[in-house]
């Protein structure tokens, strides 16, 4: 099927919130030339992209010569279209991943996405990265009063391996309501999460990039990646662009959605999904301030979600509506094109708000920006992270299924150490289960 297909960025994207301050690196480049070689190459200019240049180049006496490459205008993929905001995933799919997995496992894939509030609040402060960064608590509620909630969380309080589990707080009955602020619950969850600016966060990482030597180029679309012959290059790579060609010791794929555009072993691997996000703000009519929300959300209905985030000026980001939007829609799976949203998106969201919060229910609101954008869905849930098994010096950091905000940073700091220190994926730390591995590429789940 996707033999037939095309799985490059395309023109002329919706337009986010998030890019509403470009940034005078927006559509920057480096050199008006390509260098004819390099040390490492890095494809893809979004969080991926950006913290693995970030850890490859900090503090290392003796960094590589980096070569980053964004087919379109910096942090224009899912990374500048996303819902801002940073949730680790307690408890949601904690019995399938036991089952999976084992206790141990599912408990590492818990505390390894919880590290990331810590390890983003430390790089933001540290390299002084204004990306509205705001440490809070999610609340998660479910509508078809399922009880999973409850079930994940009893069960998830059981494995000892779960650090900081006295964190994550179970309210019942009609605490729940008051809490969560939603009618008609009668439990919610909290924990630990944090809200950004994305797109800022990227800038931000990748103008310190550009102080350590890296060398940035915007509108540069990688058409092409081949490894020379053995007694040619050694290893080293061939990256075809729109503008020319460039060798590399070592290739870093940080395309997330578009990955099998390069490396078509994830033909059946990662697939590209469209979702949507909305960017709510007081209507013009309205003169009072928004009413205020103490946490970011989930708000579940069974196995569908939405999650929102409010902004410090009070406005609110919303994504999801797969409920409405999804089922039955071929223009969702297996598609690229990020130029068009969904028919019904603003009927969906329009009056969003009021209907799912009891304190906004006399509040006027407007939707101001509505877009799309493309994840990487993978076939197990799990990004695909290391070096490939069959091509020397190509790694691979994709596949974050709509939840890369808690996994991409530590998932590239390990990447970072391949590259650097020669480490094999398996050394650095990261879960077993978002390792490349000969099992995972030999299972097809789609």
Same mark, same amino acid.
């Given at each position: 099927?996707? %033999?037939?297909k095309?799985y490059f960025? /395309?023109e002329?994207?919706t337009? +986010?919130f998030?890019?509403?301050e470009?940034?005078?690196?927006h559509n920057f480049?480096?050199s008006?030339?390509l260098?004819e070689?390099v040390d490492v190459?890095?494809?893809g200019? @979004? #969080?991926?992209g950006?913290s693995?240049?970030y850890f490859?180049?900090k503090?290392?006496?003796f960094a590589?010569k980096?070569?980053?490459?964004?087919?379109r205008?910096?942090?224009s @993929?899912?990374?500048g279209?996303?819902?801002?905001?940073?949730? +680790?995933?307690?408890?949601?799919?904690y019995?399938?991943?036991?089952?999976?997995?084992g !206790?141990?496992?599912?408990?590492?894939?818990?505390n390894?996405?919880?590290?990331?509030?810590?390890?983003?609040?430390?790089?933001?402060?540290?390299?002084?990265?204004?990306c509205?960064?705001v440490?809070?608590?999610?609340?998660e /509620?479910?509508?078809s009063?399922n009880h999973q909630?409850?079930e994940? #969380?009893y069960?998830m309080?059981?494995n000892?391996?779960?650090k900081?589990?006295?964190?994550?707080?179970?309210?019942?009955?009609s605490?729940?309501a008051?809490?969560?602020?939603c009618?008609?619950?009668?439990?919610?969850i909290t #924990?630990?999460a944090?809200?950004?600016w +994305? !797109?800022?966060l /990227?800038?931000? =990482?990748?103008? &310190?990039c550009?102080?350590?030597?890296?060398?940035l180029?915007a509108?540069t +679309?990688?058409? &092409?990646?081949?490894?020379?012959p053995?007694?040619?290059?050694?290893? *080293?790579?061939? $990256? &075809?662009?729109?503008?020319?060609?460039v $060798?590399t010791?070592?290739?870093?794929?940080?395309t997330n959605? !578009?990955? %099998?555009?390069?490396a078509?072993e994830?033909?059946?691997?990662?697939?590209p999904t *469209?979702?949507?996000v909305?960017h709510i703000?007081?209507d013009?009519s309205?003169?009072?301030?928004?009413?205020h =929300?103490?946490?970011?959300?989930?708000?579940?209905?069974g196995?569908?979600?939405?999650y929102?985030?409010?902004?410090?000026?009070?406005?609110?980001?919303v994504?999801?509506g797969?409920? #409405?939007?999804?089922?039955?829609n071929?223009?969702y799976s297996d598609?690229v094109?990020?130029? $068009?949203?969904?028919?019904?998106?603003e *009927?969906y969201?329009?009056n969003?708000?009021?209907?799912?919060?009891?304190?906004w229910?006399?509040? %006027?609101?407007k939707i101001?920006?509505?877009w799309?954008?493309?994840?990487g869905f993978s076939?197990d849930?799990l990004?695909y992270?290391g070096e490939?098994?069959?091509?020397k010096?190509k790694?691979?950091i994709?596949?974050?299924h709509g939840?890369?905000?808690p996994? /991409?940073?530590?998932?590239? *700091?390990?990447i970072a150490?391949?590259?650097?220190?020669?480490k094999t994926?398996?050394?650095?730390?990261?879960?077993?289960s978002?390792?490349l591995n &000969?099992?995972?590429?030999?299972?097809n789940?789609?």
């Amino acid at each position: 099927m996707s %033999k037939e297909k095309l799985y490059f960025p /395309v023109e002329n994207p919706t337009n +986010p919130f998030w890019l509403s301050e470009p940034s005078e690196i927006h559509n920057f480049r480096s050199s008006s030339e390509l260098p004819e070689e390099v040390d490492v190459v890095v494809i893809g200019g @979004g #969080y991926a992209g950006s913290s693995t240049s970030y850890f490859a180049l900090k503090d290392n006496p003796f960094a590589p010569k980096i070569l980053l490459l964004e087919a379109r205008s910096i942090c224009s @993929g899912a990374t500048g279209r996303n819902g801002g905001h940073l949730k +680790p995933d307690y408890y949601s799919q904690y019995l399938e991943f036991v089952e999976k997995y084992g !206790y141990r496992e599912a408990a590492e894939i818990i505390n390894f996405e919880a590290a990331h509030i810590e390890e983003m609040k430390s790089i933001v402060e540290s390299e002084g990265i204004d990306c509205d960064y705001v440490l809070t608590r999610a609340c998660e /509620v479910d509508y078809s009063n399922n009880h999973q909630i409850e079930e994940n #969380y009893y069960a998830m309080q059981k494995n000892p391996w779960v650090k900081d589990k006295n964190l994550v707080q179970l309210i019942l009955g009609s605490k729940a309501a008051i809490v969560s602020k939603c009618e008609g619950i009668d439990c919610c969850i909290t #924990y630990p999460a944090c809200s950004i600016w +994305p !797109y800022k966060l /990227v800038i931000g =990482l990748l103008k &310190k990039c550009l102080e350590l030597g890296l060398n940035l180029q915007a509108n540069t +679309p990688v058409t &092409k990646i081949e490894q020379l012959p053995d007694g040619e290059g050694d290893g *080293k790579w061939l $990256i &075809k662009t729109n503008r020319g060609d460039v $060798i590399t010791s070592k290739v870093v794929l940080a395309t997330n959605a !578009y990955t %099998k555009a390069l490396a078509p072993e994830f033909d059946d691997k990662i697939i590209p999904t *469209k979702g949507t996000v909305v960017h709510i703000v007081r209507d013009d009519s309205e003169s009072r301030l928004p009413p205020h =929300l103490p946490n970011t959300y989930v708000l579940r209905d069974g196995s569908y979600y939405d999650y929102l985030i409010n902004r410090p000026d009070g406005s609110v980001i919303v994504g999801g509506g797969d409920k #409405y939007l999804y089922p039955f829609n071929p223009n969702y799976s297996d598609v690229v094109d990020d130029s $068009i949203g969904f028919e019904n998106t603003e *009927k969906y969201f329009n009056n969003y708000m009021a209907e799912k919060f009891y304190t906004w229910q006399n509040y %006027k609101t407007k939707i101001d920006y509505s877009w799309s954008g493309i994840m990487g869905f993978s076939n197990d849930t799990l990004p695909y992270v290391g070096e490939s098994l069959t091509e020397k010096n190509k790694y691979i950091i994709a596949g974050f299924h709509g939840h890369g905000m808690p996994r /991409v940073l530590l998932c590239a *700091k390990a990447i970072a150490e391949c590259i650097c220190h020669n480490k094999t994926i398996s050394e650095t730390g990261i879960p077993e289960s978002f390792q490349l591995n &000969k099992k995972r590429m030999e299972i097809n789940l789609i």
